[in-house]
């Protein structure tokens, strides 16, 4: 469990970080989101060690990361946003520069290095100049780095930044592979619909503070006003808003191209009994279910329009 208590990051009068207060499951791939400026990078560098918190506390296991980042070291695997490569070095003299700066011993550095390559997918270049490797590969490398001691959290700030939309489903698929291996992972991103798929839960930032926490469906439904119920009936679109029309429960109702959406704001219990109407109405339904709202919608309603 990764637990962060009244965190607070002040430059003079700005506040970066305040007192923030989230809970990381251990195990769970945990997104941030927020607006340029809104704390998350400062926040993930704290965590890893590289900034000081004016006040507040980081757990790790029940251990404070602030108070022991040495003892934590171990634990702890760092991707920034912008990161350095040694041009200059093959693959494998690459990730062994970074084994032996955590004091690998070096006969188990080859085998090492060469699972990580092949989990990242490039045990193929491992004889290759980094120089020569595309962005994507150049990510990929680098979350590989940021795993030669086998860290239990991963801190992976924009690994998705700059990438084409074959490397995004690439390193998509290693954070899978990473999770079902028990790590953490806390990973920030702009890239919204995606950290949608990839995330078990989220946290919105804004101005510092926590605006909302949870998977992507509990965040919807905290904070969408009412809810939308889509039909799409097989034909029969006048019968269908006719029926509608004389259901109490049903709000307003709109007509689309290929389906109807009405508001909604009753019970389950009620909705039920809806889909009952229609069916006993001789209706023919194709599906009937909620339209969910999106991460944008909900990340401009939290943030009241802040840029991305």
């Known amino acids: ?17 305040d007192h923030l207060n989230l809970q990381i499951p251990k195990g769970s791939v945990y997104g941030f989101v927020g607006p340029n400026g809104a704390g998350k990078t400062t926040t993930m560098r704290i965590m890893a ?19 022991q980042p040495r003892l934590l070291c171990s634990k702890i695997g ?7 490569v040694y041009d200059n070095l093959k693959v494998t003299e690459y990730m062994d520069f970074y084994a032996g700066t955590y004091e690998i011993p070096y006969r188990e550095r080859g085998e090492i290095i060469d699972n990580l390559l092949e989990l990242v997918d490039l045990s193929h270049k491992k004889n290759d ?20 001691h086998d860290p239990e959290l991963l801190i992976l700030d924009e690994p998705a930044s700059g990438l084409d939309p074959r490397a995004r489903v690439e390193m998509k698929e290693i954070l899978k592979q990473l999770q079902t291996m028990g790590k953490t992972v806390v990973i920030s991103s702009h890239i919204l619909p995606e950290l949608a798929e990839m995330c078990t839960e989220l ?24 809810r939308i119920i889509r039909i799409k ?5 006048e019968q269908t808003v006719a029926v509608l029309r ?19 704001t009753d019970t389950e219990e009620v909705l039920s009994d809806i889909l009952k109407k229609l069916i006993e109405a ?7 279910g909620e339209k969910e709202g999106n991460l944008e919608e909900i990340f401009m309603q939290v943030t009241g329009g802040a840029e991305i």
């Open 1 to 17: 469990m990764l637990e962060i208590r009244n965190l607070v990051k002040q430059y003079g009068r700005f506040l970066a970080v």
């Open 49 to 67: 060690g590289l900034l000081p918190a004016t006040s507040g506390c980081i757990l790790l296991d029940n251990m404070d990361m602030i108070q």
């Open 78 to 84: 760092y991707m920034p946003d912008f990161f350095g």
């Open 129 to 148: 100049y980094v120089d020569v490797l595309s962005r994507g590969m150049k990510q990929r490398l680098c979350l590989a780095r940021s795993l030669i």
């Open 203 to 226: 946290a919105i930032i804004n101005h510092g503070k926590l605006a909302a926490q949870g998977t992507v469906h509990d965040i919807m439904k905290q904070l969408q006003q009412k």
């Open 233 to 237: 009936p097989l034909g029969a679109v």
């Open 246 to 264: 004389e259901l109490p429960a049903v709000g307003e109702i709109y007509e689309n191209i290929q389906d109807i959406e009405f508001e909604f």
């Open 282 to 288: 001789g209706i023919p339904i194709i599906s009937f």
